[in-house]
């Protein structure tokens, strides 16, 4: 028998200008598109974009 599909997953967002991730959560249901946030990054002292590149 299947698993049912759960609709609130974790993802990781990775930083477009470095190797940077923040982990979030996502509902499925209500957001089916992949997330794209401006958020600070560390490692180049500067807000950039963090793309969604999977879920965990």
């Known amino acids: 028998m299947p ?3 759960e609709a ?3 993802v990781r967002l990775k930083s477009t200008k470095s ?3 923040y982990y979030t959560t996502k509902n499925r249901r209500t957001h ?3 997330l794209e946030f401006s958020k600070y990054d560390p ?3 500067q807000h ?3 793309r ?3 879920k965990l």
Do not use: L, S
Request: aromatic content about 4%; overall charge positive; glycine content about 10%.
């Open 8 to 10: 609130v997953v974790i």
């Open 19 to 21: 190797g940077h991730c």
């Open 3 to 5: 698993k049912k599909r």
């Open 48 to 50: 950039v974009i963090y």
């Open 43 to 45: 490692i180049v002292r």
């Open 32 to 34: 089916q598109e992949k």
């Open 52 to 54: 969604e590149t999977g």
